[in-house]
């Protein structure tokens, strides 16, 4: 089973008709009990990286989720990837997850319309499990005005908006992010949810 952790942050409702469509059992949970039993832990988002951030402390999933991603498959999508870094500049100073180095910031392309809405081509840097059987044509859908800055070690995956754009990153042991919205990607974000799932064995 997935957990996919639900304290008020948006899109959880997407993500779970995605696993239902693929067969793959997933819940929407925010009990510490639930969690722990998982074998592989989503955590979504929409939203300011602060206003989410105070919303996993009241709930007290911070250190629960921190401790999981060390031993199981762990995946955050959109708002949810950016948590795993160190820390965002969105709107004021804040202290993420600390899952991977790194940190996360305004997208600053002034020629360019923000926030960065739409397909874009997914460009494969490395290799990585998650995704497994995806192609250098494929594109997925982003929505966001904020991206990642992180080590080239943590990078799988980037997409060209302007600069580029972190797409998909990772620990390089459980942890893994995504940009994007892979439950509103198509059939490339199938695959890759699928793949995310086979990471719990």
């Not at 007290?60 to 995946?75: C, I, R, S």
């Not at 980037?158 to 972190?166: D, Q, T």
Request: aromatic share 10%; glycine share 10%; with cysteine.
């Amino acid at each position: 089973m997935i957990a996919i952790i639900d304290y008020g942050a948006g899109n959880i409702f997407s993500v779970k008709n995605a696993l239902d469509y693929l067969g793959i059992k997933g819940e929407l949970t925010s009990s510490p009990r639930d969690i722990e039993n998982a074998d592989g832990i989503i955590l979504p988002g929409v939203g300011a990286f602060p206003w989410a951030m105070k919303k996993l402390s009241e709930s007290g999933l911070v250190d629960l989720l921190k401790h999981q991603a060390a031993v199981k498959p762990f995946m955050g999508i959109c708002l949810g990837m950016q948590l795993l870094f160190e820390k965002s500049f969105e709107f004021e100073e804040c202290t993420g997850l600390s899952l991977i180095k790194g940190y996360v910031d305004i997208m600053d392309e002034p020629e360019l319309v923000i926030p960065h809405m739409g397909w874009n081509k997914l460009e494969c840097d490395k290799d990585c499990k998650l995704l497994e059987g995806i192609g250098d044509d494929e594109f997925v859908y982003f929505v966001h005005s904020y991206k990642a800055f992180c080590e080239k070690e943590n990078l799988y995956a980037h997409c060209s908006y302007g600069s580029s754009v972190p797409a998909v990153v990772g620990d390089g042991k459980y942890v893994y992010g995504c940009q994007f919205h892979p439950e509103k990607s198509g059939e490339t974000g199938l695959k890759i949810i699928k793949n995310f799932s086979k990471l719990m064995g």
